[in-house]
């Protein structure tokens, strides 16, 4: 089993970036292939990026291509998720997910996910 606890949310102007982590505890972390969601108010969740277990494949939602990157330090336990030309609809709750199943490649399912952080709010204004 794996905690995650996600950080680096905020306000941000249209145009601007964020970078959020997401740590994960327990010493197999490197055993997760580890995804990023998010959630608008009145919306269902939708996935946004994922990354492989060591980090060498990677897979991104139409709307966050050319402008997010998702990376991991398997060192220390924690995967990132760098926003730039943040847009007003990129607001939401994104939490990030793990894994513990696909052994290679990565999933774009919610369901694919077993474990999930609380969560960190990401609000873009005009």
């Known amino acids: 089993q794996v905690q995650l606890v996600e950080s680096g949310g905020g306000l941000v102007q249209a145009g601007g970036s964020l970078r959020l982590s997401c740590a994960a505890s327990g010493r197999t972390f490197s055993s997760y292939t580890m995804g990023w969601f998010r959630q608008a108010p009145g919306k269902e969740r939708e996935f946004v990026a994922a990354?492989?277990?060591?980090?060498?494949?990677?897979d991104y939602a139409d709307s966050a291509k050319g402008r997010f990157t998702i990376s991991r330090d398997n060192a220390k336990n924690t995967v990132y998720l760098q926003m730039n030309s943040l847009k007003p609809e990129d607001t939401a709750v994104y939490s990030c997910?793990?894994?513990?199943?696909?052994?290679?490649?990565?999933?774009?399912?919610?369901?694919?996910?077993?474990?999930w952080g609380q969560g960190t709010q990401v609000t873009v204004s005009t």
């Open positions: 990354i492989s277990r060591r980090g060498s494949i990677t």
């Open positions: 997910a793990a894994d513990p199943v696909t052994l290679y490649g990565t999933r774009n399912r919610a369901g694919a996910y077993s474990y």
